[in-house]
C-alpha cells in the first residue's frame, strides 16, 4: 500500500468493554511496531514483530493487552477491559529492514469513558 | 519508560533564525533517528544518523551525533512557519529491535 494505515482514527469506549484496534503495514515490510503516545509525551514502546513472530512484548503494560500478526502482514492490537488510564494515540509503525526509518500510521486515538 | 530526553521541552523563535534541540541517551545505539509530528498526526521520518557517523545533512537539516557522550543534536536552518511541530528522537539499541522514543521537544516558528 501506499501507507501504513490504522482504524479506527478515534474509539470512544466505555470502562470495562473490550476494543480491538487494526493496523495495515506497507506491503512487504517485515518488521512491525505497536507504540502508545499520551498527550504531550513521547510515544512508548509496546510491542514488536517480525513477520508473524512477536519477538518483543515488554512494553505492553498489563495482560489487558494483546497483539497479533497472524500472516505477517495485518497486526491487531486488543485491549480487554478497558480502563481510563488506557486512553491515549496508539501508533502503529512498520519498517521494511533492520536499521532503516521507520513508516508511522496517523494512529487510532482511544478515549475511555 | 523513555530512553532518551529532549532539550529544550519547548522552543519559540523567529521565522529564518536556527532551531537546535538536544537529544540524550543512556545506552549504547545502533541508530538515532529524529522524527517530526504535528498535531494530532503520525510521525514523519527527518533524519537517520548511524552509530559510525558523525554528521549528516538533509537539506535544511543537520543532526550530529557524538557517541562518547551519548548526544545528538538536530539543527534546522532557516526555519519557516512550516516547521512548527515537535520533535522526537528515537534509538535503536545495540542488540534489540525496538525504538525508544524522547520527550520531545516542542517548536514553534513565528511568522
Known amino acids: 500500500g501506499a501507507g501504513v494505515s490504522q482504524s479506527p482514527r478515534y474509539k470512544v469506549a466505555k470502562r470495562g468493554q473490550d476494543v480491538a484496534l487494526r493496523c495495515d503495514p506497507i506491503s512487504g515490510h517485515v518488521s512491525l511496531f505497536w507504540y502508545q503516545q499520551a498527550l504531550g509525551q513521547g510515544p512508548e514502546f509496546l510491542t514488536y514483530?517480525?513477520?508473524?513472530?512477536?519477538?518483543?512484548k515488554s512494553g505492553l503494560p498489563s495482560d489487558r493487552f494483546f497483539a497479533e500478526r497472524p500472516e505477517g502482514s495485518v497486526s491487531t492490537l486488543k485491549i480487554q477491559r478497558t480502563q481510563q488510564e488506557d486512553s491515549a494515540v496508539y501508533l502503529c509503525?512498520?519498517?521494511?529492514?533492520?536499521?532503516?526509518?521507520?513508516?508511522f500510521g496517523s494512529g487510532t486515538q482511544l478515549s475511555v469513558l | 519508560s523513555q530512553q532518551g530526553e529532549e532539550d529544550p521541552q519547548a522552543l519559540s523563535i523567529q521565522e529564518g533564525e536556527n532551531a537546535t534541540m538536544n537529544c540524550s541517551y543512556k545506552?549504547?545505539?545502533?541508530?538515532l533517528q529524529w522524527y517530526r509530528q504535528n498535531s494530532g498526526r503520525g510521525l514523519v521520518h527527518l533524519i537517520l544518523i548511524r552509530s559510525n557517523e558523525r554528521e549528516k545533512h538533509s537539506g535544511r537539516l543537520r543532526v550530529t551525533l557524538d557517541t562518547s557522550k551519548k548526544s545528538s543534536s538536530l539543527l534546522i536552518t532557516a526555519s519557516r512557519a512550516a516547521d512548527t511541530a515537535s520533535y522526537f528522537c528515537?534509538?535503536?539499541?545495540?542488540?534489540?529491535?525496538?525504538?525508544?522514543f524522547g520527550t520531545g521537544t516542542r517548536l514553534k516558528v513565528l511568522a
Open positions: 509503525a512498520s519498517q521494511g529492514a533492520a536499521n532503516e526509518k521507520l513508516f
Open positions: 545506552t549504547s545505539i545502533n541508530n
Open positions: 514483530f517480525q513477520n508473524e513472530a512477536q519477538l518483543d
Open positions: 528515537a534509538t535503536e539499541g545495540s542488540g534489540t529491535y525496538k525504538y525508544i
